[in-house]
């Protein structure tokens, strides 16, 4: 009877904890629980479950007090028993990453997470992305004790976006120095916020003009901060014209690593929130994807399943969009629509899947789908 008590009680502490969630962050990653509802309550049916007959729950209520204690106790339990994280190695970094990169942004912007993040790295998860407090509010400053923390042992990635140029601009060799001087003083703040003075990759942020992408002056900016000690590798990410930007850093020969907006029917468009209009699929994608690899570039997959999200949340609504692009193996396999999208970017071309993780069912989900993509290939 009382575990039952308990496994109630603690059930109320876990809805109240989501219920701020969804408040917090305009993420298409947050919605993930609430549009597979079925698949929700089966996991808090199994969570409830472990707490009624493992006692484990019940055991740290008792001890502590706490309702919080509880489902802490029982969280880590379950991530205890997630499948064994795979690695690939990122490019001309030479890091050994797990598949799953933790996205830092949209779910530190407000808060800390510093359990999930510490439950996560626990079952093997080492690299961790954040970007600039002008677009994730604090969530460099909320991810700082954990990465000062864990320093030695993760792959820390930030990243700033350029000022003065968009997607048309071609500046002149003036111009070119104040944008890079400007992206580079960006970095010193960026440090700042992380409470580190090193940082393994600086990327341009939001990067969508390959005549940036590939530019001297932005390369020597770059190799400015790496010689005082700053960072060690350059990247970019892209959601928009991201082809054309990774053809110039692959032209470059400067980069080690790009994070591209790509779901299983092909490139993301963040304009419209849905697959960029006449793209190729990913399969047809794959020279353009192993040519960067071969250049030394290590791919990280990121948008992957936002197009399955509500529209509330910035997706499309769909939870079947990808399903004509797998093959009957990964369809019939126990896994959500988003999983499915995570593994099969995996399977076919990119090295790593950047997820925004906004809670523990989030973490256990996508920890799944990185671990275990290479069973449905």
Same mark, same amino acid.
């Given at each position: 009877m009382l575990c039952r008590s308990v496994a &109630? $009680? *603690?059930?109320?502490?876990? $809805?109240?904890?989501?219920?701020?969630?969804?408040?917090?962050?305009?993420? &298409?990653?947050? %919605?993930?629980?609430?549009? $597979? @509802?079925?698949?929700?309550?089966t996991q808090r049916r199994t969570f409830l479950k472990q707490?009624?007959? %493992? @006692?484990? &729950? @019940?055991?740290?209520?008792?001890?502590? &007090?706490? $309702?919080?204690? %509880? *489902?802490?106790?029982? #969280?880590?339990? #379950?991530?205890?028993?997630f499948p064994e994280m795979t690695y690939r190695v990122l490019g001309r970094t030479g890091y050994n990453a797990s598949r799953l990169v933790y996205g830092c942004g949209a779910a530190l912007s407000r808060n800390r997470a510093d359990r999930v993040l510490n439950l996560a790295f626990e079952q093997g998860v080492n690299v961790y992305d954040v970007g600039t407090s002008s677009y994730y509010n604090d969530a460099q400053r909320n991810l700082a004790d954990f990465a000062g923390t864990h320093r030695d042992d993760i792959f820390l990635i930030t990243k700033d976006f350029v000022s003065g140029a968009d997607a048309d601009s071609d500046p002149n060799l003036e111009e070119s120095k104040k944008i890079a001087a400007d992206w580079e003083s960006k970095l010193d703040t960026c440090l700042t916020d992380l409470n580190q003075e090193h940082v393994d990759a600086y990327y341009i942020m939001g990067a969508n003009n390959p005549r940036i992408v590939n530019n001297e002056e932005i390369f020597n900016s770059f190799e400015r901060a790496k010689a005082a000690g700053k960072v060690s590798h350059l990247g970019f990410s892209s959601h928009e014209n991201a082809s054309e930007c990774l053809a110039a850093a692959v032209d470059s020969g400067k980069y080690s690593l790009a994070m591209l907006a790509m779901t299983p029917a092909g490139w993301y468009d963040w304009a419209s929130k849905n697959t960029l209009k006449n793209t190729k699929s990913l399969k047809e994608l794959q020279p353009e994807l192993q040519g960067a690899r071969e250049s030394g570039i290590g791919l990280i997959a990121m948008k992957a399943g936002r197009m399955l999200a509500p529209r509330m949340w910035g997706g499309r609504g769909n939870q079947d969009a990808f399903d004509a692009q797998y093959g009957d193996k990964l369809l019939k396999a126990n896994l959500s629509s988003f999983q499915r999208s995570y593994a099969y970017v995996l399977e076919n071309g990119f090295d790593v899947v950047n997820a925004d993780i906004q809670n523990f069912h989030i973490l256990a989900e996508n920890f799944t789908a990185a671990a275990t993509s290479s069973h449905y290939a």
């Open positions: &109630g $009680l *603690v059930l109320q502490s876990q $809805l109240a904890r989501a219920e701020p969630c969804k408040k917090q962050i305009t993420s &298409g990653r947050i %919605a993930q629980f609430t549009s $597979l @509802g079925k698949r929700t309550m707490l009624a007959f %493992a @006692g484990i &729950g @019940g055991t740290a209520l008792l001890k502590t &007090g706490r $309702l919080s204690a %509880a *489902v802490d106790a029982a #969280e880590a339990a #379950e991530a205890a028993k």
